[in-house]
C-alpha cells in the first residue's frame, strides 16, 4: 500500500510516494529535505516539527510536551513520531529545510540529490596482514553492495590507488562505481542538461555539487541539413544504416561543440562532467542514441524505446567523462516525446489537483491536459507557420523579425532586438492576422479583398492592400515590402486549426470540461512571445481560456535541469510518462470534424 | 535470520539457503528442484512427499490424511506445508525429481538452471489500438522489470520483431535481456567451462538446455612463450600497456581457437553460446581479463580483483554471441586463485561437517582444509618438479613419460600410453625416488652414494648408480639413459617439503588436528596419476592420512562446469571464497622451520 506525501516547502508543492508504515522523517531525508534531527528521531529535541494535514495516528505525549498544545491543535507534529497511514500533506519550515533546497524553475523548488554523487575514501594501506584485493579493499569502505561499473575501471585501480596513495574519491550511480579520481575531489562535479529541439539546441552546465548555473549555450541543430522537419530526416535516415550512423554523428558532434564552449570559458574539465540529462521529441532522442525511428514515420507510428534510458556517456560519444552517465527521459508515444513530459514535470500539472491544459507549440503541437490523477496528451501536426517557415517573409524569432503587430492610431510594430524589420516571426504572424481581423480588413473566411474591393471600403487599413500575382497582400512594412500574403494566412489557418482542434478533441476525449481548466501553460520559444489576445482572436486559444493563460517559457529545459539536479525528479518524469494517456488523432474523424470547424477565424 | 536447506537427491546433498518463514516447496522449485505440486501448494494432492530431518511446525491435518500417520512418524511431510524454521535437510525422491537433475562432477548432483536461459514471446502486432514502442511491447510479455543490457541490442529490435513478425526469443541474464532472436529458438542454447591452467587449458562445452557435455577440447597455454610460471608472466606484462594487452590477446586468441574447434566439428554455431564460465588462478583471470597483475609478484601480494566477476563476452573479445555473459569465479587472494575456489566447490568439503584438506598440486601448491563451517587456505611454492620441469630428464605427463616405477624382482616402470620412454613426469618421478628409498639407494638426505661407495654394498639396485660429472645417477631406462640425478632429488625435496610443511602449518594455523582429518582430496593433473604411497613414503603427504587419499580428478574444471550448468553454484563459489580464510605462509617463521624439517625424507 503506497500514499501520496505532499511536501510543501516556501510556497512550493512536491510529491512523494510512500509505504504505509513508513517513518515521516525518514521519508523527507530519503528526499534529500535535510530535516535538523539531532536525537538521531527518537521524539525528543522537537527539531522535526512539521505541520501536517491528513489522518494519521493521534500525536504521543512526547509531542505534546515538546510541541505545546496549542501548536499540536494547529496541526504541527513531530516528524520522526509519525507513520504514513494515508495520503498527507507535509508543511515544511524554510529556513530550517533550505540549505539543500535550490530553486530549479520559476516556481518549482527541488532538493538538491543529483543521480551521480562523489564519495571520498581513504582506504587501509595494503600489508601481509591486509592482503585485500584493490577492488575489496574500496567495497571495505563504500559497502559491499558496490558494483563494478565496467572493466575499464577496474584496470585503471592499482594505479590510481597507489598513485593516490590510497586516499580516493570514488563517483557513483546508485550502487554502482563509475569512475575513481586521485584525493578528495567530492567538490569537483558538473553536468549539463539538454533539450535537443528540431530547430534548437540548449544546453544548461551545472555544478551539481552547489546547483549552481554555470553558464547555457544553444545552437541552431545541424540536423537541419537533412531536413527542417522530423518526417523527413527520418525518411534520410532509412536510406541506410550510414545515413542513420551520420544522422547520430552530427547531433553528437554538434553537443560535443556544445560541451567545448560551455567548459572551455569556464576553464571547467569535460572530465569533470558526470553526468547529462537529455530531453527532446521521441524522434531527436532516437537519434541521439542511433536508434532507427523508421517505423515512427508510419502507421500506426511505433518506436523503438520509449523508457528511461541511461547510458554510458563512453557509448554515446560525447566529450565528458567516460564514465559519465546519460540520461535520456521517457517519451509517452512517437509524438509525445521527452521534451513534453519534462514540460509536464516543471509545470507541476501532475501534482495538481486542478485541470491544467498545457500546449508546446513548434512544428507539431503537443497538447497534455489533465491533473493529479488524469493526463491525457495529443500531438497535432500543426506544420511550421508557428516558427515562420512556409511563410512568405516569415523567419525564426531572431533579431531583426517582427515579433509583434498592433493598431492604435495607426499599424505599429516592434522587432526583436529593435533592428530594422527583416522578416515576420510566428508571434509577428499572429499579431498581424489578429488585426487584420479586428480591423475587418479579412473575415472569417480569412480572404485577402483584391485592391478594387479594398478601394470600395472606409478601412483604415485600405492603403496597406497590395495585389501581386493577382492575389492581396497586406503590407506591415512599406520599406521592405515585408506582408502577409493569401498564402500565409491560409497556411495560419491550418496550424491554428491544428492546435485548437487538438484541445477541443483532448477535452471531449477526456471528459474533462473547458470550464473545469483552471490553468493553460504555454511552453516553448513562440508560447513565451506569443500575445494571448491575438491568440484567442485568431481561435488559437479557446476564449473561456484567455483569462487563465500563463507562459512558462522553455518548460522542457526546465525540466531536464529538474531531474540533472535531483534524481527524484527524473523517477517522477518516468512516473508522468506511465500515467499520460495517449490520443491518436490521425484517423480520427471527431478530430477531422474538429479541424474543419477551426479554419475558420 | 538465514537457515541451511540440505537437499538430498539419489544420495547426493545440495545445500542451498533459506530465509526464516520461507516456504519449502518455493525454495524447491526456485533451486529447479521440479517437484510435482498439481494443485498449487495448497496441501491437496499429496504430490510435493519429502523426507525430512529438522525442527519444523508439526505436521497438520492435511498432512495426515494425505500422507497417513506412519509416513508422518518416519518424517515425511509435504512441502508445501512446511516453513523453515531451523537448518534441516529434505530427502526427495529421486524419480520425481530426476527430470532436471543432471550429475556434473563425479560425485554431486547439480540442478540444471544456467546463469543464462531464454524464453519464446509471441507479442502483440502493432497497431492504432496498441502503439507500444518495441521494448515497451517486449516488456508487456517478460514483466517490466526486464533492463535493456544495451544499446546495441536496442538498435536491433525494430529490424528483429518485424523480421520474426513479432514472434522472438530474449535471451536473458537475472533481468537483464542480454539477446535476442527470430522464432523460437529457446532449444538452442550452449555454454562453456574453461580451467585455465599456467601450463593447460581445458574447455567443456555444454547444451545448457539439456545439460549434455558436447565437447572437451584442451591446449598448451600459449603464454608460456612469456615465462612458464606465473611470475616470470607478471614480470613480462609490467614492461608496459602493450605487453600487458599481449599478454591478454594471447589467451583471448588461444580461448577463440579453442571455441571454434568445439563448435566447429558438431556444427554449432558460436552465435549460439551465450554462457562461458573461467577458473583459474588469480594471475590466470587478471590476464583474461586484461587486469595490471604487477602487485601480486610483490610483497603484500595484491591483486586488482578477487570478487565474482560477470562481464559481457564483448568486452572480452571472445568470438561468441555478442550479448553472452563470460562469469569470471572468484579468487580468495594472488595465490588462492578461482580454480582452487572451483575445486573446494566440486570437492563438496564446504558442505562436509568432517575435516576435509585438498590439495592441488602443481607449481604452486594451494592446500585448503576445513568443513562445513571453517575452511583455511594456503599456497607454497613447490615449484615445478611435480610437473617434469627442471628435472633432467623430466617431462610432462604426455605420451612416452615415465609415469610410474616399482620394485619387486627388478626395477619396473610404465609409460603413458605404453610408448617408448622419453623421459620421466612427476608422478614417475616420485615413484623412482620412492623405490630409491625402500630399497637404500638413498638415505633420508637424499644423497645418491657415488659408484664407489655403492659398490661396496650389496644393494640389488647398485647396479644402476652410474657417476655423471664426478655425482650419481640412478639409470632407469638404460637404453636411453634416463635416469635421476642427484640435483634432481633436491628439486623434489625442495617441492614435497614445501607442500608437507604447508599441510602441518595449515593444521597448526587452523587448530584442526592430523587424526580429525577425514578425507585428502588430491586434485590435478598431478594428483590423479600419483601413487599415494609413494607420496607418504618420500613424505609429501603425512603416513597418517594415507589411507583416506582420494583422487578427485580436475577438481577446478569440474567446479567450473557446475557453475555453467547451475547459477547457484557460482553464488556457492562466491560463498566459499568469502569463508576461506587465507593463511600467508610468505615470512612465516612457522612455515620456515616446518620447510627445514620436511625436507629430510
Do not use: W
Not at 21 to 32: D, K, P, T
Not at 356 to 368: F, H, K, P, S, Y
Not at 387 to 416: F, P, R
Request: proline share 3%; hydrophobic share 40%.
Amino acid at each position: 500500500m503506497e500514499y501520496f506525501i505532499s511536501i510543501i516547502i516556501n510556497g512550493n508543492k512536491v510529491q512523494v510516494k510512500a509505504k504505509k508504515g513508513a517513518n515521516l522523517l525518514e521519508i523527507l531525508h530519503s528526499h534529500s529535505f535535510d530535516m535538523a534531527s539531532p536525537c538521531g528521531g527518537n521524539g525528543t529535541c522537537g527539531k522535526c516539527k512539521v505541520k501536517l494535514k491528513g489522518a494519521v495516528a493521534k500525536p504521543s505525549g512526547q509531542e505534546l510536551d515538546l510541541l505545546g498544545i496549542n501548536a499540536v491543535k494547529e496541526g504541527y507534529r513531530l516528524a520522526c513520531r509519525v507513520l504514513v497511514d494515508s495520503d498527507i500533506e507535509v508543511e515544511l519550515d524554510g529556513r530550517e529545510a533550505e540549505a539543500s533546497i535550490l530553486t530549479a524553475g520559476k516556481s518549482r523548488t527541488v532538493s538538491l540529490s543529483p543521480l551521480v554523487r562523489k564519495k571520498n575514501v581513504k582506504l587501509d594501506i595494503p600489508s601481509l596482514e591486509n592482503q585485500a584485493s584493490d577492488f575489496e579493499r574500496i567495497l571495505s569502505s563504500l559497502g559491499d553492495t558496490v558494483e563494478l561499473n565496467c572493466i575499464e575501471l577496474v584496470r585503471k585501480l592499482p594505479g590510481t590507488l597507489r598513485k593516490s596513495q590510497f586516499d580516493i574519491t570514488a563517483v557513483m550511480y546508485n550502487n554502482k562505481m563509475t569512475a575513481i579520481e586521485n584525493g578528495n575531489t567530492q567538490d569537483t562535479l558538473y553536468g549539463i542538461a539538454v533539450d535537443i529541439g528540431t530547430t534548437t539546441l540548449v544546453a544548461y552546465l551545472y555544478d551539481i555539487c552547489t546547483g549552481e548555473r554555470v553558464k547555457v549555450q544553444s545552437m541552431l541543430n545541424p540536423q537541419k541539413t537533412f531536413g527542417a522537419d522530423v518526417l523527413s530526416r527520418i525518411d534520410y535516415t532509412n536510406g541506410s544504416d550510414e545515413a542513420r550512423k551520420e544522422m547520430n554523428k552530427t547531433i553528437i558532434n554538434a553537443l560535443n561543440d556544445i560541451i567545448h564552449e560551455l567548459t572551455s570559458e569556464n576553464s571547467i574539465i569535460p572530465d569533470n562532467i558526470y553526468e547529462m540529462v537529455f530531453v527532446g521529441n521521441t524522434t531527436m532522442m532516437h537519434f541521439l542514441t542511433d536508434l532507427p525511428a523508421r517505423y515512427m514515420a508510419v502507421s500506426p507510428f511505433i518506436p523503438v524505446v520509449t523508457a528511461l534510458q541511461i547510458i554510458d556517456a563512453g557509448k554515446l560519444n560525447l566529450n565528458i567523462n567516460k564514465g559519465a552517465i546519460a540520461a535520456v527521459y521517457p517519451c509517452v508515444s512517437a509524438y509525445i516525446g521527452a521534451d513534453t513530459v519534462a514540460a509536464v514535470l516543471s509545470s507541476g500539472m501532475y501534482l495538481d489537483d486542478r485541470n491544467c491544459l498545457l500546449i508546446d507549440i513548434g512544428t507539431n503541437g503537443e497538447i497534455v491536459l489533465g491533473n493529479n490523477e488524469k493526463l491525457y496528451a495529443c500531438s497535432t501536426a500543426a506544420g511550421p507557420a508557428f516558427e515562420g517557415a512556409n511563410i512568405k517573409y516569415g523567419m525564426g524569432g531572431i533579431h531583426g523579425s517582427i515579433d509583434t503587430v498592433s493598431y492604435d492610431q495607426g499599424l505599429e510594430y516592434t522587432t526583436i532586438g529593435g533592428k530594422k524589420a527583416e522578416g515576420i516571426c510566428g508571434s509577428g504572424l499572429v499579431d498581424a492576422v489578429s488585426v487584420m481581423l479586428e480591423q475587418g480588413v479579412i473575415d472569417e473566411t480569412g480572404r485577402i479583398p483584391d485592391e478594387d474591393e479594398i478601394a470600395q471600403t472606409a478601412l483604415p487599413l485600405a492603403d496597406r492592400i497590395i495585389e501581386e500575382e493577382g492575389k492581396g497582400v497586406f503590407v506591415i512594412d512599406k520599406n521592405k515590402g515585408i506582408g502577409i500574403t493569401q498564402k500565409d494566412i491560409r497556411e495560419l489557418q491550418n496550424a491554428k486549426a491544428a492546435i485548437a482542434a487538438g484541445i477541443r478533441t483532448l477535452i471531449k476525449r477526456s471528459g474533462i470540461k473547458m470550464d473545469d481548466i483552471s490553468r493553460v501553460y504555454l511552453a516553448g520559444g513562440f508560447g513565451s512571445h506569443i500575445n494571448v489576445k491575438s491568440a484567442v482572436k485568431i481561435g488559437l486559444i479557446p476564449a473561456q481560456l484567455e483569462e487563465k493563460v500563463e507562459s512558462i517559457g522553455n518548460a522542457a529545459g526546465e525540466g531536464a535541469i529538474e531531474g540533472l539536479l535531483c534524481a527524484g525528479m527524473i523517477d517522477q518524469a518516468v512516473d508522468i510518462a506511465r500515467r499520460i494517456k495517449y490520443i491518436e488523432l490521425s484517423g480520427s474523424p471527431d478530430f477531422v470534424d474538429e479541424y474543419v470547424n477551426c479554419m475558420l477565424f
